[in-house]
């Protein structure tokens, strides 16, 4: 007696093989290389000519910050560079001139008792309170006396004690130096070096020699383009000097940006993108910056779209007997094997070039192999249990 098994949409190994198949197809559609790459951001360099261009309007630290703070539309600022002889360092600007003569006649006012201040003069490491801000200077060295010994203490020390006293004592150093900043005057300058390495610059003192500056720091730019480290340089000069580091760095394909407080420099003409430093300081460069990024985008994408043409010129100067040549080539060649869509450099339209391209032929050749060969085996398999059946 026959027994007739009941009808089923599938049979169950048909469902198996078609489960794994699809699985196998997923496996390889996910791992698939993606046409739509994202480009990282790029690499942003900061350097900085303090020879020619130190900061004057504001304190060294408050302008290191801002011009970051605008630069770092342009990508990831990685480099931060600066570059002076001993003289540009001990020098001091009009403005800060300025401000420390005002200071000392107000000293003199507050001693006589011409005038009081509004609010008293407190000292930030210990709370006191002064009516004059010469006392508070005197005090202050009593302060100075007790963070040199904590240096001394330090110096002394090696190994672990040494790294002990560092935990110890680094709130205080820390908060002597915040306060210090404030009620002491530089030795030296008006704090252009300290000022520049706490907002992050590297600061490079060189010799006295003319232009030893400008040859260390377009060294600098021209080693860090040669490792290919970088893709934008931001330039802190009005120096001529540069131009041609400018002009090397666009033919290299490296973005530039020229901050500077001349308006029409040779510098600012020959960068991509140029700025002054009261744009710097009101913010406003930050927000042209996006605006710029965008453009140069839209350049680099019509790049790629360019498409080569005769000029006119080469037209014009072409003659009959040139065309009447190219019409005789084209019916000599009429009766062998013509592949209009092929290029001029005899390569098949249906190749492709790059390796992402060759892998993704190389995936959906073997996609569609394996998918015949499941085919194959399901249609075998079917036939196989229809004959069994039937007998």
Not at 1 to 26: E, N, Y
Not at 102 to 131: A, Q, T
Not at 297 to 317: A, Q
């Amino acid at each position: 007696m026959h027994i007739r098994r009941p009808k089923t949409l599938m049979p169950f190994w048909r469902l198996d093989a078609f489960s794994q198949f699809g699985q196998f197809v997923s496996f390889y559609s996910s791992n698939r290389p993606s046409s739509t790459v994202k480009n990282p951001q790029s690499t942003v360099g900061i350097f900085w000519d303090l020879e020619n261009k130190p900061p004057n309007s504001v304190s060294p630290f408050e302008a290191g910050i801002r011009l970051k703070r605008a630069v770092s539309s342009f990508g990831v600022v990685r480099y931060m560079v600066a570059y002076a002889n001993r003289h540009a360092f001990s020098y001091v600007p009009p403005v800060v001139k300025e401000r420390r003569m005002e200071r000392k006649v107000l000293n003199h006012m507050e001693n006589k008792g011409m005038i009081k201040p509004v609010e008293p003069y407190v000292c930030r490491v210990c709370g006191r309170k002064f009516n004059a801000n010469e006392k508070l200077i005197n005090h202050f060295k009593i302060h100075e006396q007790e963070h040199q010994k904590r240096l001394n203490q330090i110096e002394s020390a090696k190994g672990k004690k040494r790294v002990n006293l560092v935990g110890k004592y680094a709130m205080k150093m820390e908060k002597y130096e915040n306060a210090a900043r404030d009620i002491l005057t530089p030795k030296m300058g008006y704090g252009l070096a300290e000022d520049l390495k706490r907002a992050g610059f590297w600061v490079k003192t060189v010799s006295d020699k003319p232009q030893a500056a400008d040859v260390a720091l377009r060294n600098h730019m021209v080693d860090l383009m040669d490792h290919r480290c970088i893709q934008c340089i931001v330039l802190i000069s009005d120096d001529s000097d540069f131009v041609r580091v400018l002009q090397e760095a666009r033919e290299r394909c490296v973005k530039t940006v020229v901050v500077g407080d001349d308006v029409d420099g040779v510098l600012k003409r020959n960068a991509d993108a140029s700025f002054s430093w009261k744009e710097i300081l009101i913010g406003k460069a930050k927000k042209e910056a996006v605006s710029v990024v965008s453009r140069w985008k839209d350049r680099d994408i019509l790049k790629r779209l360019e498409w080569s043409y005769i000029p006119k010129e080469k037209i014009d100067g072409c003659d009959f007997e040139d065309f009447q040549m190219e019409d005789e080539q084209l019916e000599h060649s009429s009766g062998q094997d013509y592949i209009p869509l092929q290029t001029k450099d005899d390569k098949p339209w249906w190749e492709w070039d790059s390796d992402a391209d060759v892998l993704l032929k190389f995936v959906v050749a073997f996609d569609m192999a394996v998918a015949v060969l499941l085919l194959a085996l399901l249609n075998y398999h079917y036939h196989c249990k229809v004959s069994l059946h039937v007998k």
